[in-house]
């Protein structure tokens, strides 16, 4: 990508409306954790958390230039001591920002061709300047491991970030993006908020005939932008042809912040486990592997329902048994900048290569002899798969192992097979698939995740139908529920539409020599109005419960690959006190604990950051969650019937429910993204998606309404609803 492109997505600001907690705050009114910044002193911004943070994530701006250029609104100019820096180094402006030397313990300095000698040391040339990083790939993460543990290992944050800078002409940018946030995870001196990926790269996200528009339009508009005028662009990014039957699904899957979701999830919940000891550390994301199982789990429901929405069949699986049979369509992600593709294409047809389909094929065979014998073995040890009062107490290391997150005998399943289907054009480059940041971009993605949550939901199945004593809560009875749409007064009825108006702002530094401009694009995508939940539930006592709310479409497809736990989508997931007698529940949709709060850009984190009107949650924990613009399905033009199946459940025993900070949690998304176990841990501590992460029986939601001698079981109840779309 050429430089002037990379100026002019430098900076990329998302407009949205203020998100209100469920305590009737809005989170941006929660108090700031600092003061504004004033002093842009090197010494004064790594001595506060606030400045050690605006400094990580500010060399996340203008990848493609040199570390010196200005970042951060001209604040921050970064300039090497000579110990370090590379003989084209400017000389330092009195306003920049002098880093400091590498040292060592003993007191002395660590010069330049030290630290160029400990780099080919730990990342031995497996990751070349122009070769592209992924996480699927175990050994390209291995490396990000051993570059930020000898990061991590310096004596100070000084010497770490002055190392960190030097490093970036030496590593692709995708590893240098990936050191960075992975930083920002093991560090307890910093926050653990990173920004919107579509800010940072937004070629991952826009195509290149967009990109080079912008680029065009603004070299010949320039005058009157300098004056502060917008360019507006409007953009629709559908890559398919329109008698492509997956090119229905162009809304969802090429959508920027689903993507931008995947891929800000999968960083969030890393797979680094070398500081497992550190609370703060991702890697003690409690039931992370449950995490990766359910996240994925409900990405497949979602594009279930949505398919359906469109005229489509569920997701097909990409199993063994199509593994050697020509795959349709191919996918060109038409991503990158001018002729040069960022991602290779895939033509339709291709066909897995034996040996791939062999290896592949011994993961799942070794993964599924000992889920039968109902042990894993991890590490040496024998973890026992067992599900004891209401605790499923394998799932997260099942979790672990296909995902990867730690080494085993099973080796890599998920991750392998995303990077042979990014291969299957057996050409230069990789697709799509290689990366979480674009992977749901590919039809393939959706039957691969089939495939994947098909054995996860062997294993759950393994364990039999819940019984009345797993799913009852006796003493409480949902007695009435409605939804009621913000559009009109007509009960049970919600509403879709497509915005042609979703609008990205991307502020430009030198689109002109006269000062700094804006481009504005307005492009297309699913959003609905916004809706309120109403309860009455009744209790005999004072008790707590979970509530938890799924859609269901109303008519299931016959097909053999239907599978009803795979097209329900959890809406909702939280916390009801009841009193005895009788309750009223009110819930908006947008207090979701499955929904993004904030989606901060980097230049509206580097804002905050600057002007302290950052709250202390949001600076610990911010960003990740699913889009609440496609909280619900598409639906029908006409009104497509779908059920909403919800269920109360008491508290288990050990759940951290009893004693976790409600207010906190709901202002956060621990049903989407997890909670630290330093922050108390998953505060229900029932399977994710329960009751319908198991098959129920005869296949049929409804049959958990009612108990084992056919009485009405009281704490579950449904409602019809109708989805009503307009283009």
């Not at 908006?588 to 949650?617: N, V």
Request: with cysteine.
């Amino acid at each position: 990508m050429s430089q002037s492109i990379m100026i002019i997505l430098s900076y990329l600001v998302i407009t949205a409306s203020g998100n209100v907690s469920p305590y009737g705050k809005l989170l941006s009114d929660l108090s700031p954790t600092q003061k504004p910044l004033s002093n842009f002193s090197y010494p004064i911004l790594s001595s506060t958390k606030h400045g050690r943070h605006l400094l990580l994530v500010s060399l996340l701006e203008e990848l493609h230039q040199p570390y010196w250029v200005p970042r951060s609104d001209g604040n921050l100019m970064l300039f090497l001591p000579l110990s370090l820096a590379p003989e084209d180094q400017p000389p330092p402006p009195s306003a920049g920002q002098k880093l400091m030397e590498v040292m060592r313990g003993d007191g002395t300095i660590v010069v330049r061709d030290e630290v160029i000698a400990m780099l080919n040391d730990k990342e031995d040339f497996l990751l070349l300047l122009d070769e592209k990083f992924t996480r699927f790939r175990e050994d390209h993460v291995e490396v990000v491991k051993r570059l930020v543990n000898m990061l991590i290992s310096q004596v100070s944050f000084d010497s770490m970030f002055s190392m960190l800078v030097m490093l970036k002409e030496f590593l692709s940018i995708e590893l240098f993006m990936d050191c960075i946030y992975s930083l920002i995870q093991r560090r307890k001196d910093v926050g653990f908020i990173i920004p919107s990926a579509v800010s940072v790269q937004p070629e991952d996200y826009f195509p290149s005939d967009l990109l080079e528009g912008v680029l065009r339009r603004g070299k010949r508009q320039a005058v009157p932008w300098a004056t502060g005028n917008m360019l507006p662009v409007n953009y629709r990014y559908k890559t398919l042809p329109d008698d492509e039957p997956e090119s229905r699904m162009w809304y969802f899957r090429e959508d920027p912040m689903v993507n931008a979701n995947h891929f800000h999830w999968h960083q969030v919940l890393s797979n680094d486990e070398v500081m497992k000891s550190d609370p703060m550390h991702s890697s003690n994301i409690d039931r992370r592997g449950e995490m990766f199982y359910f996240m994925h789990h409900q990405l497949l429901c979602r594009a279930n329902l949505e398919r359906l929405s469109v005229g489509l069949d569920v997701s097909k699986p990409y199993g063994p048994e199509e593994w050697g049979q020509p795959l349709h369509p191919g996918y060109d992600s038409k991503l990158g900048v001018g002729s040069v593709k960022k991602y290779a294409s895939r033509p339709g047809g291709a066909v897995m290569h034996a040996s791939d389909a062999r290896k592949l094929s011994k993961f799942e065979e070794l993964l599924q002899n000992d889920i039968n014998r109902g042990w894993l073995v991890v590490k040496g040890s024998y973890i026992k798969l067992e599900y004891v009062d209401g605790v499923d107490r394998g799932i997260s290391t099942l979790g672990d192992v296909v995902e990867s997150y730690i080494i085993s005998k099973y080796g890599d399943l998920h991750n392998t097979g995303h990077t042979i289907i990014s291969n299957l054009h057996k050409g230069r480059g990789d697709g799509v698939m290689a990366t979480p940041n674009v992977a749901i971009r590919d039809p393939i993605f959706s039957r691969w995740h089939k495939y994947i949550d098909d054995i996860f939901l062997g294993y759950k199945n393994w364990f039999g139908h819940y019984t009345d004593q797993d799913l009852d809560f006796p003493g409480v009875t949902l007695s009435s529920m409605s939804v009621m749409t913000d559009k009109d007064h007509h009960a049970n009825y919600l509403h879709t539409y497509m915005n042609h108006s979703a609008f990205v702002q991307l502020s430009s530094l030198d689109l002109t020599k006269a000062g700094s401009s804006s481009v504005g694009i307005h492009y297309t995508r699913l959003d609905h109005f916004p809706f309120t939940y109403n309860f009455m539930v009744e209790s005999s006592t004072p008790t707590r419960g979970i509530m938890r709310i799924f859609l269901l479409p109303a008519s299931i497809p016959s097909a053999e690959e239907v599978e009803i736990t795979q097209l329900a989508v959890e809406l909702d997931r939280f916390h009801v006190h009841l009193n005895a007698g009788v309750n009223t529940i009110t819930r908006r949709s947008g207090d979701s604990s499955f929904l993004a709060k904030k989606r901060r850009s980097l230049y509206e984190l580097q804002k905050m950051l600057i002007q302290g009107t950052i709250s202390e949650d949001e600076f610990n924990w911010g960003g990740c969650g699913w889009p609440e613009e496609m909280l619900i399905p598409r639906g029908t033009e006409e009104g497509m019937e779908f059920d909403l199946f919800v269920v109360i459940s008491p508290l288990v025993e050990e759940d951290s429910a009893h004693s976790a900070d409600w207010a906190s949690l709901n202002t956060g998304t621990w049903s989407w993204c997890g909670v630290r176990t330093d922050m108390g841990g998953m505060p229900d501590s029932r399977p994710m998606g329960y009751p319908l992460d198991r098959s129920p029986p005869n296949g049929d939601w409804r049959t958990l309404l009612v108990g084992e001698y056919g009485v009405r079981r009281r704490n579950m109840a449904s409602l019809p609803v109708v989805i009503l779309h307009k283009q």
